[in-house]
C-alpha cells in the first residue's frame, strides 16, 4: 500500500503553543500536500510541497520535506482555538492518474 | 457555482435501498474523485475521472457501487442494496488534471453523509 502514516493521531495543546504533525510515505512523490478537515465538513487544500523543495511557509504554517527520509512535517505556529481540525497529508498515487493517497489524519485540538 | 457541490448533503436509508449520490465539479476542472470517510478514519479512494472515463476505478468495494459521469461535468456515485457497513462520508473532489498526472490541488466538496440503517 502507497498509503502513508501521520503522527501523532491526536494532540492536544493551549492556544499560543506550535503544533507539529509528521507525515511518512512510502514510494518516490513529485509533491506532498497537506489539507486540513474541520468536524463534518469537507477537506481544504493547505500547502503544496514540491519534490525539489526542503521547506515551505504559508503565514502560521510551516512545511518541511525530507525525500531522503521519505518524511514531512507541518508546523503550526503561535496556534489558535480556530485551529482545532484534522491534519491529513496526501501524495500523489506512483501509478497511472491523478488521485491522492491520504495519511489517516491527525487530530489537533488547541484549547483555549 | 464557484466550488464543489454536493448533494444530498445527509441521507438515511434503510439495508437494502439504492442512493444516488450527486457531485457538481468546479466549472472546468477535467478531473473528478470521489472518496470515502468512515468515522474517524482517513480518506479511502473509490474511483476517478478524467473527462466522462473512469481510467481507475479500482477503489469501488464491490459490484453494488458505480459511478458515472456525463457531459465532463456532474458525476453520480449509486450504491445498490446498500448494507449498514456503506454507512460512511463520501466525498467528491474535483481538479485540473494535465496529461494524467496531477501536480496540483484538490478541491472538496461538503460531503454527503450517508447512513444506512
Known amino acids: 500500500s502507497q498509503q502513508g502514516e501521520e503522527d501523532p493521531q491526536a494532540l492536544s495543546i493551549q492556544e499560543g503553543e506550535n503544533a507539529t504533525m509528521n507525515c511518512s510515505y512510502k514510494?518516490?512523490?513529485?509533491?506532498l500536500q497537506w489539507y486540513r478537515q474541520n468536524s463534518g465538513r469537507g477537506l481544504v487544500h493547505l500547502i503544496l510541497?514540491?519534490?525539489?523543495?526542503r521547506e515551505k511557509h504559508s503565514g502560521r504554517l510551516r512545511v518541511t520535506l525530507d525525500t531522503s527520509k521519505k518524511s514531512s512535517s507541518l508546523l503550526i505556529t503561535a496556534s489558535r482555538a480556530a485551529d482545532t481540525a484534522s491534519y491529513f497529508c496526501?501524495?500523489?498515487?506512483?501509478?497511472?492518474?491523478?488521485?491522492?493517497?491520504f495519511g489517516q489524519g491527525t487530530e489537533l485540538s488547541v484549547k483555549p | 457555482g464557484a466550488g464543489v457541490s454536493q448533494s444530498p448533503s445527509n441521507k438515511v436509508t434503510e439495508k437494502g435501498k439504492d442512493v444516488e449520490l450527486r457531485c457538481d465539479p468546479i466549472?472546468?476542472?477535467?478531473?473528478l474523485y470521489w472518496y470515502r470517510q468512515s468515522l474517524g478514519q482517513g480518506l479511502e479512494f473509490l474511483i476517478y475521472?478524467?473527462?466522462?472515463?473512469?481510467?481507475?476505478k479500482s477503489g469501488l468495494p464491490s459490484d453494488r457501487f458505480s459511478a458515472e459521469r456525463t457531459g465532463g461535468s456532474v458525476s453520480t456515485l449509486t450504491i445498490q442494496r446498500t448494507q449498514q457497513e456503506d454507512s460512511a462520508v463520501y466525498l467528491c473532489?474535483?481538479?485540473?488534471?494535465?496529461?494524467?498526472?496531477?501536480?496540483?490541488?484538490?478541491?472538496f466538496g461538503e460531503g454527503s453523509r450517508l447512513t444506512v440503517l
Open positions: 473532489a474535483s481538479s485540473l488534471v494535465s496529461r494524467g498526472l496531477n501536480t496540483g490541488e484538490l478541491f
Open positions: 514510494t518516490s512523490i513529485n509533491n
Open positions: 510541497i514540491r519534490s525539489n523543495e
Open positions: 496526501a501524495t500523489p498515487w506512483a501509478g497511472q492518474g491523478g488521485k491522492l493517497i
Open positions: 466549472s472546468g476542472h477535467t478531473a
Open positions: 475521472f478524467q473527462g466522462n472515463s473512469a481510467p481507475d
